[in-house]
């Protein structure tokens, strides 16, 4: 049995699947849960991938650890979505982060990914019931929770879905104008931004969105492990973040699989024609 997902243009990214372990409905989306026959197991939201168990670092890693080592001193973090855990647990990796929040609209997203996932199911344990030393939780949205907050944050990871449906207001100009007056001078936002190829118009419209309102913005891409790869990451940064140097020293004691620091600048070789797209 194969899982298919489908791209603009007939495009597909599908996996062999030996079972379907859950599926359900919940107030914003549906939820499903495959085995995969290579790559463990698979979190599909109204039918779009989210991860497989065996790569889910290819996306995390890239997410998470460009931006917070090209902060100084990420004391104060905050998530928005990523209700499988997995971008909370990368930020908690970071010894400097003192206090780190995460947002998430769905319960159902924590409760399943919790039971049937590997990726952060003790921290989601600790998190529902308000244990962890270092991290809290909020459900609700993220668009709501940022409203009126003022310079409460060092670094700010969106984990969001494609922008449809409950996320989209994560991809509008308010957002971006909330989340930048709830940076510290200095800090940094980062958002996944879609297919390099297959949302090339979506990508350079939130470039170009979040230019308006950022003080430097950089566009980057990566390969993720059952995504349209290349995948985009746009950062929009405060006063005087630069997301062009990262810490090396720091990012020593990580160990990290996918994303190499002593090779960061590989991450800005975007296609010609894209970088034309986005302006230059």
């Keep these: 049995m194969n899982f298919i997902e489908w791209y603009p243009r007939g495009y597909g990214v599908g996996f062999e699947v030996s079972e379907r372990l859950y599926r359900g409905r919940s107030a914003y989306q549906e939820i499903e849960v495959y085995q995969t026959t290579g790559f463990g197991r698979m979190l599909v939201i109204d039918g779009?991938?989210?991860?497989?168990?065996?790569?889910?670092?290819?996306?995390?890693?890239?997410?998470?650890?460009?931006?917070?080592?090209?902060?100084?001193?990420?004391?104060?973090?905050?998530?928005?979505?990523?209700?499988?855990?997995g971008t909370l647990r990368e930020v908690l990796r970071h010894s400097e982060v003192e206090r780190a929040e995460m947002v998430e609209i769905d319960p159902e997203v924590l409760r399943v990914s919790g039971e049937y996932l590997r990726v952060a199911s003790e921290l989601l344990r600790q998190l529902l019931a308000g244990e962890h030393p270092r991290a809290g939780l909020v459900v609700g949205s993220g668009a709501d929770y940022l409203a009126?907050?003022?310079?409460?944050?060092?670094?700010?990871?969106?984990d969001s879905t494609d922008p449809v449906g409950p996320a989209a207001v994560l991809f509008s100009g308010e957002f971006y104008r909330d989340v930048y007056r709830a940076l510290r001078p200095g800090g940094a936002y980062v958002t996944q931004a879609g297919s390099v190829y297959l949302f090339t118009d979506e990508f350079a419209s939130a470039y170009r969105r979040m230019r308006q309102?950022?003080?430097?913005?950089?566009?980057?891409?990566?390969?993720?492990?059952?995504?349209?790869?290349?995948w985009?990451?746009?950062?929009?940064?405060?006063?005087?973040?630069?997301?062009?140097?990262?810490?090396?020293?720091?990012?020593?004691?990580?160990?990290?699989?996918?994303?190499?620091?002593?090779?960061h600048a590989t991450l800005f070789q975007l296609p010609r024609g894209v970088r034309q797209q986005l302006g230059g």
């Design 48 to 85: 779009t991938v989210q991860l497989v168990e065996e790569g889910e670092l290819s996306y995390h890693e890239p997410l998470v650890h460009p931006l917070l080592l090209a902060h100084p001193k990420p004391r104060r973090a905050l998530v928005i979505g990523g209700g499988d855990g």
């Design 232 to 263: 985009a990451f746009l950062v929009g940064g405060k006063g005087g973040y630069d997301f062009e140097r990262v810490d090396l020293e720091r990012a020593g004691g990580l160990e990290l699989e996918y994303y190499d620091p002593e090779r």
């Design 148 to 158: 009126g907050r003022d310079g409460e944050y060092d670094v700010i990871v969106a």
């Design 213 to 230: 309102v950022f003080d430097r913005v950089w566009a980057y891409s990566f390969p993720v492990i059952g995504y349209a790869s290349p």
